[in-house]
Each structure stands twice: as C-alpha cells, then as structure tokens.
C-alpha cells in the first residue's frame, strides 16, 4: 500500500522559514516524480513544485513563478523522502500543501498524480 506521508508544517511570521517532509512508502519510487501543491479553501489546488529522477532525465527541478526563488525542492538520494524549504514566506503562501507521486515526469496537473498525502497546514502570519 503507497503511502505519502507530510510532515513540517506549522505557524510561521512572515519573512520566516518551513521545511516540509514527505516520506513516501509502499513501492519503488526511483522513476517516479514528487510533486508538491497547495490549496486554500474555495480555491483549486495548485502546483508548487516538482522534482524528477530518472536514470535517463536525472533529476529536473520545477517550480511555480509564484515561489521561484523562495521555495527549493529536493529529494534524498534513497528517492523516498522529499523535501520542500520555503523561505521569505508570505501570507498569501498559507495553505493546506500536499506531496503527490505519478509515474514518469513531473506534471502541473493534479489529476495526473496517482497518489497523494494528507496535507499539512502552513499559515504565515502577517
């Protein structure tokens, strides 16, 4: 059984840092890409960033414009633990974040992951 589970969210002020986890179990995730997307409510859910690996791609970084230059996803070189550091966090980055896996490369679109986390709460306070 494939489970994604998140960890490292928390209150934060604005200015400051989170680091959230992902560590992923169940299968083999060595080809497969780690999406991390956030939500508020009323809103869709929408991509954050993406990480691939694959022994043909090696591992390609992708990130929404919104947090290019704040957030860095990475990933343990065992490809089962997925990390996203946010930095220079806003109040408007406050969201429920999921980690999500799909098979192949990294995708914006939430339909196309197969599998996905409970979410962990991120508020940034003004």
């Known amino acids: 059984q494939v489970q994604l589970v998140e960890s490292g969210g928390g209150l934060v002020q604005a200015g400051g840092s989170l680091r959230l986890s992902c560590a992923a179990s169940?299968?083999?995730?060595?080809?497969?890409?780690m999406g991390w997307f956030r939500q508020v409510p009323g809103k869709e859910r929408e991509f954050v960033a993406g990480?691939?690996?694959?022994?043909?791609?090696?591992?390609?970084?992708y990130y929404a414009d919104s947090v290019k230059g704040r957030f860095t996803i990475s990933r343990d070189s065992d490809k089962i633990t997925v990390y996203l550091q946010m930095n220079s966090l806003k109040p408007e980055d406050t969201a429920v974040y999921y980690c999500a896996a799909r098979s192949g490369r990294v995708s914006h679109t939430t339909f196309e992951y197969d599998y996905w986390g409970q979410g962990t709460q991120v508020t940034v306070s003004s």
């Open positions: 990480i691939s690996w694959s022994s043909s791609w090696s591992s390609s970084r």
């Open positions: 169940g299968r083999t995730f060595s080809n497969y890409a």
